[in-house]
């Protein structure tokens, strides 16, 4: 067999050598978004690629219309690399998802390329489409559904303002709350009514003021959808959205025993009905197994990047690879583009997602990926120590 070196010098002149196609690819995702299982052009557009250099691909991937499986090679480890393609309503890829497509092809051919340089069967390599992570939590249906099963090492990357190898990543919960009073006239006949914005925007100020008794690691945010339609007619219907984060379940739990009681005691304090919908699965913080990690700098400094471990305050966002990395060994490091005063979720980010110098600093981050890839299926023993650190953090917690 070829030496891991040699397989890697192999990977980077595949990569190299599909560079411009790979762009194009995330160009057109970036040029044509789509909104959270809505990405009909963005599934096209990637298994028409993996399937013309030499994947098996599996469209509607586990009966998901927007998701896919492209497969390499045979038997395990199986290292599954993962693609992100969905936007934000209104400004698009702000959020890089095109360069997470990017980055998880570019591993992808970089893996399957040490795989068909050798003689023995080393494992397989599965390019894993994951529609709805802004929206509608897609990994979290594909784990539902078995997809992550047969996987040994999940790994993906996501753009950010700054690279870091171990991001914070909070756990979330999702709540839709509606109240439902009894309209009335405003003016002639207001004793008639019962208020349902009264209730929200009690809700609203009892959970700001509850704020002051949350750990500081913790967020909750909110808004009014809906407060009525005209000055004159008592609202019989509001509407709020609430997102809770915290460090991991536990202490979500323990956020959510002050937060959700503020939406009953609202409904109570008016005379209100009130629905309390779980509008999204609670989603899991980022657990970054450390052998992967440790892999992942080591290919890092063999590319040539700078890094931090650590993004200490900076970026407590959510995402549903957490759950995938509470399911299997994985990470989810960030790595910078633009200035680093673009901030995720703003067209000044949307714009620099798709410049000449992002998508190089994709590739180059995305050859560490493959490469991390290609160390895991030339020595199955790191395999085996990254489940055993794996099972050691699922204990702890």
């Not at 003016?187 to 509850?210: C, K, Q, R």
């Not at 901030?343 to 798709?354: K, Q, Y």
Request: proline share 5%; hydrophobic share 40%; charged share 20%.
């Amino acid at each position: 067999m070829e030496s891991v070196e040699k397989l890697k010098e192999i990977a980077s002149a595949a990569i190299d050598g599909l560079k411009e196609e790979l762009v194009q690819v995330s160009d057109a995702i970036w040029r044509n978004p789509e909104l959270s299982y809505q990405e009909h052009k963005a599934h096209e557009l990637l298994t028409h690629f993996l399937e013309t250099n030499g994947f098996r691909v599996e469209r509607s991937y586990t009966g998901i219309e927007t998701a896919f499986r492209a497969t390499y090679g045979e038997g395990r480890p199986n290292v599954c690399v993962i693609c992100e393609y969905d936007a934000l309503p209104g400004i698009g890829h702000a959020c890089g998802h095109n360069l997470i497509a990017e980055a998880g092809l570019t591993a992808g051919i970089g893996i399957k390329a040490a795989l068909g340089a050798v003689q023995q069967q080393l494992g397989r390599v599965t390019v894993l489409g994951t529609p709805a992570e802004e929206s509608g939590s897609g990994k979290v249906r594909l784990l539902e559904n078995g997809a992550f099963g047969d996987v040994d090492v999940a790994l993906m990357m996501h753009p950010s303002s700054f690279t870091c190898v171990y991001p914070h990543y909070l756990a979330i919960a999702c709540y839709t709350v509606t109240y439902t009073g009894r309209a009335a006239h405003a003016a002639a006949f207001p004793w008639e009514g019962v208020n349902a914005l009264d209730a929200a925007v009690l809700a609203y100020t009892m959970i700001s003021h509850a704020r002051q008794q949350l750990k500081p690691e913790c967020r909750v945010h909110g808004v009014i959808l809906e407060g009525g339609v005209k000055p004159n007619i008592v609202p019989e219907r509001a509407v709020l959205e609430y997102m809770v984060r915290a460090p991991d379940r536990k202490e979500l739990a323990a956020a959510l025993a002050k937060v959700l009681p503020c939406f009953e005691a609202a409904a109570s304090a008016t005379g209100c009905q009130v629905l309390v919908d779980s509008s999204e699965p609670l989603l899991d913080n980022i657990l970054t197994n450390d052998t992967v990690a440790r892999l992942y700098e080591e290919n890092l400094i063999r590319v040539g990047v700078p890094f931090e471990r650590h993004s200490g305050a900076t970026g407590h966002g959510s995402t549903d690879m957490g759950n995938v990395t509470h399911a299997v060994p994985g990470m989810h490091p960030k790595f910078k583009i633009g200035s680093g005063q673009e901030v995720a979720h703003s067209s000044p980010f949307a714009r620099v997602a798709n410049l000449p110098e992002s998508h190089a600093q994709t590739q180059r981050f995305a050859s560490a990926m493959a490469y991390t890839g290609i160390d895991f299926l030339t020595n199955k023993e790191l395999v085996e120590e990254a489940w055993a650190n794996f099972r050691r953090h699922c204990e702890e917690k």
